[in-house]
């Protein structure tokens, strides 16, 4: 209860509200059954409730919003989904964790993702709206997206069947389009940048979070890392990310693509440096050897999207989104309102909820530092006769998972109530009894003392007051006034 209310996710008041509905069924608390009372009744999420049960009662808020659960996780920090605590608007913050907050080479890295977001305002882009400091954290305030990722979509349900990962491709290249003309390349599209919403609609995300490519390195000059994604980078993009262009982008989709098909990546490797260099020489796979069932005109342009050379690729996204179209019209892919992603978005993924969950236990990016040694409330601390009336607090209106409804529990020992705080019902209609008579008597006393006041008024004598004398000048007439 203290954790809780320390960390300002709930008030003493929803706490005693809480108690009472549970009361009604079972008198023993732990702090597991109040967590999830509290949980039932909306007053937490399943992730703040892990926190306060692991002992943290700091970093539940971050600026003017309040974290309600992680929403992924990446190399540079967390998103969290977050309310603002006046307008009530859930957006997603993208915090940069602490050790990059120590790199000025990734914070200028951060920053350029969140200048390159503001210029894109697109349906198949995550927009950004504000990037802030809050407590030495820098976040960026970017559109909720509700659903997940389409490498998430593969790992949960398979391969993709061909008419939705086309579609999921063909809105990936309309956000790219979009960039592509604002002079943004993206550097880093692959599955997991691509967000499916709930009603089916596919968004970039990270856009510009790959903007940097190769960077030196601060030990040996000769070494440089990529920030790409190794199974999904051009070939060029792995010798100079700096001088790429729309096409490395486009190389990046296809290799996307061939993933939701297929379910791995296109080329396999134990390391990374074997990985990019099939992407330099070995030959591009045929997508039909492990899809039989893809149209041939796509299969062909998949191989276009993933030449070596950037010049055999499509000189555009734009161009890209007029092939996808004709390819979709001449097989009969076309689809209406995203039909077969909205079904695939809208299954929960319960099972990755929960790793997530446990990968933010030990995030540093809000709960910096280590929280003070606190012990749970224990119930004897508990003033349980503020409590609200039992029955008004375990109305099903109230409390959706509460157990109102049910047979009364069994009497509790007396040992086990707090014996200077409790009350049985007889003594309470005694206690009503007394303080009824003590206002009558009073109400009494008051009337009678306002009645003696009233006679001694009218029955005193009036005192004779010498005459007051006011002359007034009319004509030779002088006019006395008498009276007190």
């Not at 349900?157 to 061909?162: C, E, F, I, P």
């Not at 903007?211 to 010798?239: C, H, M, Y």
């Not at 009969?332 to 909205?342: C, I, T």
């Not at 040992?415 to 003594?427: D, F, V």
Request: contains cysteine.
């Amino acid at each position: 209860m203290r954790r809780s209310i320390a960390a300002g996710v709930v008030t003493l008041d929803e706490i005693k509200t809480v108690v009472a509905s549970l009361m009604a069924d079972d008198r023993k608390f732990t702090p597991q059954r109040l967590a999830d009372g509290m949980m039932n009744a909306g007053l937490l999420t399943h992730w703040q409730s892990s926190k306060l049960l692991a002992g943290k009662s700091k970093g539940f808020f971050l600026g003017a919003y309040k974290l309600l659960r992680p929403l992924g996780k990446g190399g540079m920090g967390m998103v969290y989904l977050g309310e603002h605590n006046v307008m009530k608007r859930q957006m997603a913050l993208k915090i940069l964790n602490s050790d990059s907050s120590r790199d000025e080479r990734r914070i200028q890295r951060f920053q350029e993702e969140a200048r390159a977001s503001a210029q894109l305002d697109h349906s198949n882009i995550v927009r950004a709206y504000d990037f802030n400091q809050s407590n030495g954290k820098l976040y960026i305030v970017m559109e909720y997206v509700d659903g997940i990722d389409m490498h998430q979509v593969v790992a949960r349900d398979g391969v993709m069947s061909v008419a939705a990962a086309l579609d999921a491709v063909y809105q990936a290249a309309n956000g790219l389009a979009h960039a592509h003309e604002r002079g943004i390349i993206h550097r880093d599209i692959k599955p997991s940048n691509l967000m499916l919403r709930s009603d089916g609609v596919v968004k970039v995300s990270d856009m510009g979070l790959a903007r940097i490519g190769w960077s030196e390195s601060t030990g040996d000059p000769n070494k440089r890392r990529l920030t790409g994604t190794a199974d999904f980078v051009a070939p060029e993009q792995a010798l100079n990310s700096h001088s790429v262009d729309a096409r490395a982008d486009i190389y990046s989709l296809g290799c996307t693509l061939f993933f939701l098909l297929t379910g791995r990546p296109p080329f396999k490797g134990d390391t990374v440096a074997q990985r990019l260099a099939k992407h330099q020489t070995a030959p591009i796979p045929d997508v039909r050897k492990l899809r039989p069932d893809c149209p041939e005109p796509l299969a062909h342009l998949l191989t276009r999207m993933m030449a070596k050379k950037p010049a055999d690729r499509p000189p555009s996204a734009l161009e890209l989104i007029g092939q996808f179209d004709r390819i979709r019209r001449s097989a009969g892919l076309k689809q209406k309102n995203h039909q077969p992603l909205a079904a695939i978005a809208s299954t929960q993924d319960t099972l990755a909820d929960s790793q997530l969950y446990q990968a933010t236990m030990e995030d540093q990016s809000v709960f910096s530092g280590s929280d003070p040694d606190e012990s749970i409330y224990e119930p004897e601390e508990f003033d349980f006769s503020t409590l609200p009336d039992i029955g008004a607090a375990t109305t099903p209106s109230a409390f959706p998972g509460s157990t109102a409804g049910l047979p009364p529990s069994p009497p509790m020992p007396a040992s086990s109530l707090p014996s200077s705080k409790t009350s049985t019902p007889r003594g309470n209609d005694q206690n009503q009894t007394l303080m009824l008579g003590m206002g009558l008597a009073i109400a009494v006393i008051a009337l009678m003392t306002v009645v003696g006041m009233a006679v001694y008024t009218i029955s005193k004598p009036e005192d004779k007051a010498s005459p007051k004398i006011k002359a007034m000048e009319s004509g030779k007439q002088v006019v006395v006034i008498e009276g007190g």
